[in-house]
């Protein structure tokens, strides 16, 4: 209960500071609220319906993540209510009954309800059957027609409250994000390299190593989850209405998901040719002595260039370039690195070939991250 507190306390907290998802879930929640209570004000007290259940109850629902979302939902929900509603009136016109109108409705209904057509609104085909059977209106064309009335004056209010009060637009979960991804590729490399320089790396260091660079795949699909979201926020909505709530009119291009998956990837391999070297059991053996030492340094810098590169993402303000201060290091310890490739191809095959792999994927680590100053160094 006590973590929990606290949970709601630092969500709290972030609402109030400034633009967030905590904010914006506050907003979505209280505009949902306000389009039920709209729609049954209409309902209830301007048309006078003593039963204006249909209507708020839809626009309720109808509040959702993005506006293109609240539009689709709407036609599917309102035909499956007009299903449920068509079908529970047939029912009670048949038994005479309200019980046995359920038991002839329902099993049909939830069947009916797994129509891909629905999505995920099918199960408001045997829900309304259950409003409509327990509200004891008799059934008539007009009943039926009334309630299919409502569902529509509900759907009508709770996509235009969604559309035009504050359209919910999420373009900053993409930077958020990129950010986060590459601020954890950057700690992964900073880890790697500590352990490489500071302890007697095993076995159990590079379990640990592979679990991170797992952990950054789940990050890059969470990338391709915003992107989807914010390309859907964009569908239907008003530019105008965008600056009104002060949105992030620009996202990140879609080359930079891309750069950050050849990113993760190169990592993932690095982690796991560390892993192999580590493992008592196999022929591959780890490089040893100063040329370790050379490439945790190298391994340091990429992680430096990450964080850079976070920080641009989270609005921080840049400091000195990491290209221009480190490519003269870089280099050095590619020249040394290189040297020490040679000495190793005397030791065997093996610590040879570990070296050489490791070595290609920290440049193209490099090269990836900080494709400019590379691609000027080459020519």
Not at 41 to 69: E, H, I
Not at 94 to 99: A, E, L, S
Not at 183 to 196: C, P, Y
Request: aromatic letters at 6%; proline letters at 4%.
């Amino acid at each position: 209960m006590w973590w929990e507190a606290c949970a709601v306390g630092r969500a709290v907290r972030a609402a109030w500071r400034g633009p967030g998802r905590e904010r914006d879930l506050v907003v979505q929640s209280l505009k949902a609220a306000g389009a039920a209570l709209i729609a049954w004000t209409v309902a209830g007290v301007w048309l006078g319906d003593p039963m204006a259940l249909m209507a708020p109850w839809v626009a309720l629902v109808l509040v959702q993540a993005t506006v293109y979302s609240s539009v689709r939902q709407a036609g599917q929900q309102f035909a499956a209510i007009c299903t449920g509603a068509l079908l529970a009136s047939a029912a009670q016109a048949i038994m005479d009954d309200n019980t046995g109108a359920l038991v002839l409705s329902l099993p049909v209904l939830m069947l009916v309800a797994n129509w891909s057509r629905f999505g995920g609104q099918g199960i408001y085909a045997a829900t309304t059957a259950v409003f409509v059977l327990a509200s004891g209106t008799a059934v008539s064309a007009a009943a039926v027609g009334h309630r299919m009335g409502q569902a529509a004056l509900g759907a009508v209010i709770g996509v235009a409250v969604n559309a035009l009060v504050l359209p919910p637009i999420h373009l900053r979960d993409v930077r958020e994000n990129l950010a986060a991804l590459a601020r954890e590729a950057g700690d992964l490399l900073h880890s790697v390299a500590a352990d490489l320089r500071e302890t007697q790396w095993d076995a159990q260091s590079a379990a640990g190593w592979t679990s991170d660079a797992a952990r950054l795949e789940r990050r890059l699909e969470a990338l391709y989850s915003a992107r989807s979201w914010s390309r859907e926020s964009l569908r239907l909505t008003s530019g105008r209405l965008r600056r009104l709530h002060r949105a992030p009119t620009v996202v990140p291009p879609e080359d930079e998901d891309r750069r950050w998956s050849r990113v993760t990837g190169n990592l993932g391999a690095l982690t796991r040719t560390l892993a192999v070297a580590a493992d008592e059991h196999r022929t591959p053996a780890p490089p040893e002595g100063p040329v370790l030492d050379l490439y945790a340094r190298l391994l340091r810098l990429i992680g430096d260039a990450c964080h850079t590169e976070a920080g641009r993402w989270a609005g921080e303000r840049p400091g000195a370039d990491p290209a221009t201060a480190t490519e003269e290091t870089m280099e050095e310890l590619h020249r040394r690195l290189q040297e020490g490739l040679r000495e190793h191809a005397g030791q065997g095959a093996a610590r040879t070939a570990v070296l050489g792999t490791l070595l290609l994927q920290a440049e193209n680590l490099w090269a990836e991250i900080v494709p400019e100053p590379r691609e000027s160094a080459e020519q």
